[in-house]
């Protein structure tokens, strides 16, 4: 029988629906999760139907607050989850009585069950399960296409964490929700609004020459930026000129707000900038609208400023 976090991952790949089970073997409906004793993974191309029960380890090691396996009920539940907000999710969790995972170790979870993440550092002894026992990891990795960044939810409590936060100022800046993740990480710019559909967060992984790994959290709005401290992890915010945005920020004025983060403003080479945007301590970067070839000097020219304010403001390498 295979691992059941892969078994999973596949099964949501192949748009497969898993069943919870009694005791008994009676369907249960998702709503009882806490009541149920076993996932039923249904038949895929020529595998069969798998069963696993729900406090069966995974493979998938939560580090926060301390190191833990979670069990298959923690895992199914933060799936069956995957649209609520951070307040919900932790209320469902309660009422059910399930272990609720921090913001990074959730996104991180939900990113590899969806394909969106190849690797986790959470999985042991495992490579995010780009094959599983057949040997054939296609149905899983297909996901990366098929899925759809589904909503996330956020908690900046984890201090112990890697990940650092960029925001983007409003949805009309060029670099948004929807594809800030294939800019940033492939390199690749589509000139695209931000979908209904899309997260409110995205998580980015970059291993630089300068910094080593680091795992990135963009964030579309600054609502969950809830306490003083989270905005000590805030490294850079993307703008299009209108201050009034900078309303809820902890540094309102974008004067003193950029002078604590990188600033930078994403245009199509040739379009205006708006006067304000020139008074304020921003890196105006210029994309073409058709010559795509030309996305990786700019998104590397992006990695290369924030980086050295990375460094300069004393953050670690992270040499691996």
């Known amino acids: 029988m295979s691992d059941p976090l892969v078994a999973l991952r596949t099964t949501i790949a192949s748009n497969l629906t898993p069943e919870l089970l009694s005791k008994d073997g009676e369907v249960l409906p998702d709503a009882d999760l806490s009541k149920a004793a076993s996932l039923r993974l249904p ?6 139907a798998q069963t696993f029960p729900l406090t069966e380890l995974t493979k998938y090691e939560s580090k926060i607050p301390n190191k833990m396996q979670l069990d298959l009920r923690v895992v199914y539940n933060c799936w069956l989850t995957r649209d609520l907000n951070v307040t919900d999710y932790i209320q ?3 009422e059910r009585g399930i272990f609720n995972l921090k913001f990074v170790e959730r996104a991180d979870l939900l990113g590899w069950l969806k394909g969106e993440n190849e690797e986790s550092e959470n999985i042991l002894n495992d490579k995010a399960g780009k094959a599983d026992e057949s040997g054939d990891g296609n149905a899983a990795n297909q996901a990366t296409d ?5 909503k996330k939810t956020v908690s900046f409590d984890d201090s112990s964490s890697a990940e650092l936060k960029l925001i983007y100022e409003h949805e009309r800046t060029l670099l948004n929700i929807t594809n800030v993740k294939q800019f940033l990480e492939n390199a690749v710019f589509e000139n695209v609004m931000k979908s ?6 995205q998580m980015i992984a970059r291993k630089s ?5 680091y795992k990135f959290v963009v964030v579309d709005n600054t609502e969950r930026l809830t306490r003083p401290e989270y905005w000590d992890r805030v490294v850079a915010v993307f703008v299009t000129g209108q201050a009034w945005q900078f309303k809820q920020y902890l540094w309102s004025d974008p004067n003193q707000l950029f002078q604590k983060v990188a600033g930078f403003c994403l245009t199509f080479n ?6 304000q945007v020139k008074q304020w301590n921003v890196d105006v970067v210029g994309i073409d609208r058709n010559q795509r070839f ?3 000097e700019v998104s590397e020219m992006i990695w290369t400023k924030i980086e050295r304010w990375m460094i300069a403001k004393g953050w670690p390498v992270r040499k691996r």
């Open 270 to 275: 040739g379009d205006p900038v708006l006067p």
């Open 146 to 150: 098929e899925s759809k960044p589904t």
């Open 209 to 213: 020459p300068r910094l080593g790994y």
């Open 196 to 201: 209904s559909s899309s997260s409110n967060v």
């Open 294 to 296: 030309r996305d990786r």
């Open 43 to 48: 038949a895929n191309g020529d595998r069969e």
């Open 92 to 94: 469902v969790s309660d």
